[in-house]
Structures are given as structure tokens and as C-alpha cells.
């Protein structure tokens, strides 16, 4: 055999297995992905630039879709990311502008240079929402169990779980009191049946609340006192007319005050 032929046999015969070394490659690609739990409720959700219970569509450069910036739909799919990211998850309300693609975007380099190629972001969040309905064996719990867990099967990591969550707990004494116990039982359980002890869960003290309780909250949040608990202070961040939601350009400056806080905590994507 001539060795011309012997090489046009070579390319014939591994024409599959070029195929397969694709696939190989997708799947190392796959499993470059830094992941993020985005939980809590409306504030997290997003309603940036709703009134009346109307989005007006506005989307700040720092929010907009990247090629490397997927998230997980409902359906449990990795689908381009793009506001508001949870329009199908909190689906009983409009959902606006929150903090997550502004965050995304603002860690992408560096996550990038840390050798990860994709974030891909697990939208949580529901509206209106108490911690105690987030306790271990909730619905909400058991989805964002679920929903982590399918994250992870296509590869990658979990970087952090972004939580906003407390408005709906000033409201009672008791709930305000609370708070901190359940929080902290919340993050525990959440570490323990993901398997990932060390999980970093990054908080946003409130910048409003429905009741009279926010400064108790917000104590509370500040006092956590577990390991890789971080917060970052909304306190001061401009209010839609509800005073209750962040405003869209509030929700672009949270994105990048936890993408600081993220970077800032030196675990990048260890988990
Ligand atoms: C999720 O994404 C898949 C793939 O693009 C799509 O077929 C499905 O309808 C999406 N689910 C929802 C709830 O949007």
C-alpha cells in the first residue's frame, strides 16, 4: 500500500472518532463551569424597572447576555442568559431587572483567567416569600435542591449561592426574631444535603423591608457567625416607587457588590 492510501485508509477509518473527540471537548468544556444558586425573593427575582406591574425593558449594558453566561430554564435546560432570569421561575408576579447578570458580568474575566470557561447561573428566587417557606423539606427548598443537582450533572462547580431574602420576615415580631436562627439552620441543611460543607453563601442585608422589623433583619443577617458566610449591605441603594424593590440601576450596582464579595473571598470555585 502506497503510503498516500495508507493515510487516506488512516482518515477514513477514524472519521468517527473525530466525532467522539468533539464530544470529549464538549464535555471538558462543560465541566469548565462555574456555578451560582440565585435564591430568595423578590429582590433577588428581580424587579428592576416594573411599576404597575409592568416591565419597561430597559437593560443596562452591564446586564446584558455573553456568550459564556448561561442559565438553567425551568425545564432544567442550560439556555443563554438573558433579563429577566426569572421570568420563568417567579412566575406569579413580572419579573424585572435583579442582580444576576450584572454580577455574571462583572466576574466573568476573572473567573475566565481562573481557567473556568462558563457561568452558569440557577435562578431561584420566588416573590413574596418567608424564610420558614425555604426550611428544609419546603417546596422551594426541595426545588432548589433539585435544581442544584441537575446543575451539576452536566459537570462544573458551584461557586457560591447568592441569597436576598427577609423583607417578607419584618413583618411579625416573632419572624423578625427569628431570623437569624433560621437562616443559619437554612445554610447548614443546604450544606449538608448538597454535600458541600464548605459552600459559600454570599447574603444581601436588606435595603427595605414590608414590616416595621428591617433593623432586626438586618441584624440578623450581619450576625451570622457560620464559616464562608458573607454579606454584602443593600442598605442605601435607591427604592422603585413600592419602596420596597430595588431600582434596575440599584440591582447593576448589588450585581457588581457581590461580584466583589465573590472575588474578594479567595475560595474561587473550589467546591
Ligand atoms: C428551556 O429550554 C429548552 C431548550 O431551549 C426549551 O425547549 C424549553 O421550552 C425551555 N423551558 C422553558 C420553561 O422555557
Not at 26 to 47: C, H, T, V
Not at 126 to 149: A, D, F
Request: neutral net charge; contains cysteine.
Amino acid at each position: 500500500m502506497s503510503l498516500t492510501l495508507s493515510l487516506l485508509l488512516l482518515i477514513a477509518i477514524s472519521q468517527p472518532c473525530v466525532s467522539d473527540l468533539t464530544a470529549v471537548n464538549d464535555d471538558y468544556w462543560e465541566s469548565r463551569k462555574l456555578m451560582f444558586i440565585l435564591a430568595g425573593q423578590s429582590n433577588m427575582a428581580g424587579r428592576g424597572g416594573v411599576n404597575e406591574n409592568k416591565w419597561d425593558h430597559v437593560i443596562p449594558t452591564e446586564c446584558g447576555p455573553h456568550p459564556s453566561i448561561l442559565r438553567l430554564n425551568a425545564s432544567l435546560q442550560w439556555v443563554p442568559a438573558t433579563e429577566p432570569l426569572h421570568a420563568d421561575i417567579d412566575v406569579r408576579r413580572t419579573c424585572g431587572v435583579g442582580p444576576g447578570m450584572s454580577f455574571a458580568n462583572w466576574i466573568r474575566e476573572p473567573v475566565k483567567e481562573g481557567g473556568w470557561r462558563l457561568i452558569g447561573l440557577v435562578p431561584c428566587a420566588v416573590g413574596g416569600t418567608r424564610i420558614q417557606e425555604w426550611s428544609r423539606g419546603s417546596v422551594l427548598y426541595q426545588q432548589m435542591i433539585g435544581r442544584t443537582k441537575a446543575a451539576l450533572t452536566s459537570g462544573g462547580k458551584i461557586g457560591a449561592v447568592l441569597w436576598y431574602q427577609g423583607e417578607s420576615d419584618t413583618v411579625k415580631h416573632e419572624d423578625a426574631y427569628s431570623y437569624r436562627a433560621r437562616l443559619e439552620k437554612l445554610i447548614f441543611d443546604l450544606r449538608t444535603d448538597l454535600h458541600l460543607p464548605h459552600l459559600l453563601f454570599i447574603q444581601v442585608a436588606l435595603a427595605s423591608g414590608e414590616g416595621p422589623y428591617v433593623k432586626i433583619v438586618r441584624e440578623a443577617q450581619k450576625g451570622i457567625r457560620l464559616p464562608n458566610v458573607k454579606y454584602v449591605d443593600a442598605s442605601g441603594l435607591k427604592l422603585e416607587r413600592d419602596h420596597l424593590h430595588l431600582t434596575t440601576q440599584s440591582q447593576v450596582q448589588l450585581g457588581i457588590m457581590l461580584a466583589g464579595s465573590y472575588l474578594n473571598s479567595g475560595i474561587n470555585g473550589i467546591y
